[in-house]
């Protein structure tokens, strides 16, 4: 049996640190964002690769815009999405929306089971998209047993032209989504 580290027995001050220092002991991390969304990406794919370990990411379908794609595996690559009808229903009426975020229905009975609806509706949908995922686990396999080619996406720079956006663009990102 392996005996895998505890994330929070780490010595670490800070959940960041702890969360790094757990991703560095590993070769690979899956990076999976919570649902499958264009232009939605959170932490998930630079916390690996700041702890040097290669992520295996699912989430925003054009996260190439954003960052290398010869940097981390991207499982959009890799699998065969099921665009069906009931995964596109799902998507329009299981969306994460930050307009009632802070409304006055947000804490009550109806504000909270209408969220846990949507979150169960993200969820089948990602079970419903992505069925399988033979040609991903065949291209992790084939990175894990090919040194020079791990080791090459690992030396890529994160970013188009190895740099990170601009706070402007990110501030301009920023007021196109809450403005």
């Not at 990076?31 to 959170?42: D, I, L, P």
């Not at 099921?82 to 009975?109: K, M, V």
Request: hydrophobic share 35%; glycine share 6%; proline share 4%.
């Amino acid at each position: 049996m392996n005996n895998m580290p505890a994330i929070d027995r780490n010595g670490f001050e800070d959940q960041w640190s702890r969360k790094r220092a757990f991703q560095s002991q590993y070769k690979f991390t899956i990076a999976f964002e919570n649902y499958s969304r264009r232009g939605y990406n959170t932490e998930k794919l630079l916390d690996p690769m700041v702890a040097n370990s290669l992520p295996i990411y699912l989430g925003n379908p054009n996260i190439a815009e954003h960052f290398n794609p010869k940097s981390f595996i991207n499982a959009h690559e890799y699998l065969d999405e099921n665009g069906g009808a009931i995964a596109r229903e799902l998507d329009r009426h299981c969306r994460a929306t930050l307009r009632d975020f802070r409304s006055p229905e947000f804490n009550s009975l109806a504000g909270k089971a209408r969220r846990r609806l949507k979150t169960y509706g993200r969820q089948f949908k990602m079970d419903l998209q992505y069925r399988d995922f033979q040609r991903l686990i065949e291209k992790i396999i084939e990175i894990d047993r090919n040194d020079d080619l791990y080791a090459g996406y690992l030396s890529e720079p994160w970013f188009h032209g190895n740099k990170p956006l601009s706070n402007e663009s990110v501030a301009q990102r920023w007021r196109h989504i809450f403005g």
